[in-house]
Every structure is written in structure tokens, then in C-alpha cells.
């Protein structure tokens, strides 16, 4: 689309935001559908359908009245107008879905609670498969929120950190019930062994929940799960080049693994790719799934020297290892945070 986008929801495009000579939405999106799509909306149906893609499901298979979706909230700034219409509704009205559809609210942590709550629909049989994840677009109004937030690198977990780097995309997970996957032979990448939600009562509503929060919300992952902390082999953290974040998440985890804290292999996605808001958390989960199915790990980008006191097993650089159990957390302005733990199948 050439850095052009339908009008609607976020306004106009921003100079050199675009998609990209070679974007190509997804064909499943109805030609009457896509060019009345504006930039989020788009992102989130066309992610959605790539998720399905990728877990072999497609019309007709299985009763739409269980299946269900689970979406994230984008980040919004104060102020700002809500979406007229969540992105998590596009979906199920283009995908036929009739079983239970749940939009939550909660800054950068909403995706990843928006992967809680499928997972929690499909533990309680509510659904057999749920779509769960969330897209965030960029808009001014965001862009002018975050600019105080915002640094030309992000370090995470840096003595040097002064910042994030705002990003924007979609990410969306598969979540479906044992039955279900093994009756349609569908290849399980993972289980969700664990998942949890806290809240900080003492956040503020532009700031995040703090490190005893942020331990705690781990420690009732963990709890969920019935896993200790030395059984944990990659922690996907949400730290993000804010010191806030970073020294919330970072210590939280301290705080959680303790004396284990080496056990565990631990990196930053949004040193990388940006802080993906809403989306950063499903973002982590499918970057973890990559880990278990690559057996390798990936760097926090631009660490040089942690910040100090905070002793964990750092990744410097690419590596091969095996993963069969991951932790990935993100905290949302406002208090909420929320986290999951991944296994391998068959642990």
C-alpha cells in the first residue's frame, strides 16, 4: 500500500510510517472488506489469519460456536478517541466466529492478558479454539503521549537506558484445547502450563506496576503452573529501554528466581523490534515458541553493562539452547500486568 492507508480510526498517515512497497494483505481479507480497513484494523486481521494459517485452520473447521477470540486493546493516549469498533469484533464478524469474543483493556500488558483470557475460555470449556492477541497502530496523538518515554536506542536492561523506541505491528496465538488439536492432527507447539494476571493498585495511571508487582505476578505464573523457578530455561521480559520498565521487570525477576536466577536464560524482544505496546506481549509468546522450535536463543540488543545489582543470566549473543519451558510477562501502564508460561509438548 505504499505508506497509504484507509481513513477511519487512526487519521492520517505519518511521514515515514508506511507499509511498504511490498505489504500484500493477507487474500483471505475480503476485497469488499480491505480497502475500508484503516492501518490497525488491518494489521490485526491480517496477523489473525496468518496465526490460523500457520495452525492449519481454515473455514469450516470446526463449529464456529466454539470458537472464540480474545483481543488486546491498543495503547491509546489520554484523551484519545477509543476505537469505534475493537479490532478482536473485525475478526469474528469476517472469520463467522459465534462463540465468546472478549476485548480487554490494560496499555502495553492488554495482548498478553488478551492470551490469559483465551487460554482461561479454553481451560474452562468454553471454547475449543480461541484466536488470542492484539495490534497496535501508531498515531500522533500516541507518538506526542510517548515522546517523554521515547529514545533514539532502546537499551533494555542498560545502565545507559534513557528509553524505548515505539514500534507498531500485530501478533496473535492459536490457543486450542488438547481435544481439539489432537482430533484434527494439528502439530502442538506448546502448552500454556501456566498464566496469570495482578494488578498494582499504587500505579498511577500513566506509570507501570512496580518490581514487587512484577514479582509477584511471576511468582503466581509459576504458582499456576506448578513449576519451580529452576525449571524455567528462557524469561522473555518486557523491559523496553524505560528504567521503570526495566528495573520493574529485572528485579521482579531477581525477586522470583533468587537463588536460581542463573538458571535461566534471559532477553529483552524489544531491544530489537521496538516496544510493540499492546501487541509486544502476544510478540514475546510467539518469539518464545520460536526459541523452543529453533533451540536458540537471542540477544538483548545493545546490552553492554547491566544495571547495577540486577545479576541475571543475560543473552549477550545468539546461541543454541534448549528450551522447554518459557516465561514471558509484560507490565501496562496503569498497573496491569500479566505473564504465561510456555512449555514444550510432552513436558
Known amino acids: 500500500m505504499a505508506g497509504e492507508f484507509a ?19 493477507h487474500p483471505g481479507i475480503p476485497r469488499n472488506v480491505v480497502h475500508f ?5 488491518l494489521l490485526a ?46 475478526i469474528a464478524r469476517v472469520l463467522g466466529v459465534r462463540g465468546p469474543v472478549v476485548c480487554v483493556a490494560g496499555g502495553e500488558a492488554s495482548g498478553l492478558s488478551a492470551v490469559v483470557q483465551g487460554a482461561r475460555l479454553v481451560a474452562r470449556g468454553e471454547a475449543d479454539v480461541v484466536i488470542a492477541g492484539a495490534a497496535q497502530a501508531l498515531q500522533r496523538p500516541l507518538l506526542e503521549h510517548l515522546r517523554g518515554m521515547s529514545a533514539s536506542r532502546a537499551l533494555p536492561f542498560d545502565r545507559e537506558h ?11 496465538l492459536v490457543i486450542e484445547s488438547e481435544a481439539h488439536a489432537r482430533g484434527r492432527g494439528a502439530r502442538v507447539l506448546a502448552r500454556v502450563a501456566g498464566a496469570a494476571e495482578v494488578f498494582d493498585p499504587a500505579a498511577e495511571p500513566t506509570a507501570l506496576p512496580g518490581a514487587n508487582e512484577a514479582g509477584r505476578l511471576m511468582q503466581a505464573v509459576l504458582a499456576d503452573a506448578g513449576y519451580l523457578q529452576n525449571q524455567v530455561d528462557l524469561f522473555v521480559s518486557c523491559a523496553d529501554g524505560r528504567p521503570e520498565a526495566d528495573v520493574a521487570d529485572g528485579f521482579g525477576a531477581l525477586r522470583t528466581f533468587g537463588r536460581h536466577a542463573y538458571f535461566a536464560d534471559v532477553t529483552a524482544p524489544a531491544g530489537t523490534l521496538g516496544q510493540l505496546l ?28 547491566p544495571i ?24 501496562g501502564t496503569g498497573g496491569l500486568a500479566a505473564g504465561v508460561l510456555l512449555t514444550r509438548d510432552g513436558n
Do not use: H, N
Open 162 to 172: 534513557a528509553g524505548m523506541v515505539p514500534a507498531e505491528g500485530a501478533a496473535f
Open 278 to 305: 499492546a501487541a509486544g506481549g502476544p510478540a514475546a509468546a510467539a518469539l518464545a515458541l520460536e526459541a523452543m522450535a529453533r533451540g536458540e536463543v537471542w540477544p538483548v540488543a545493545g546490552l553492554a553493562t
Open 7 to 25: 481513513p477511519g480510526d487512526e487519521g492520517e498517515p505519518l511521514p515515514g510510517i508506511g507499509f511498504g512497497d511490498d505489504f500484500r494483505p
Open 45 to 90: 486481521l491480517d496477523a489473525a489469519l496468518r496465526a490460523l494459517e500457520s495452525a492449519g485452520l481454515g473455514a469450516g473447521a470446526g463449529d464456529a460456536r466454539r470458537f472464540g477470540v480474545a483481543e488486546g486493546l491498543p495503547l491509546r493516549a489520554p484523551g484519545q478517541p477509543g476505537i469505534f469498533a475493537p479490532y478482536g469484533q473485525l
Open 308 to 331: 547495577e545489582g540486577l545479576e541475571l543470566a543475560f543473552v549477550k549473543a545468539a546461541k543454541q539452547a534448549k528450551v522447554d519451558c518459557a516465561l514471558v510477562t509484560a507490565l
Open 37 to 41: 480497513l484503516d492501518r490497525g484494523s
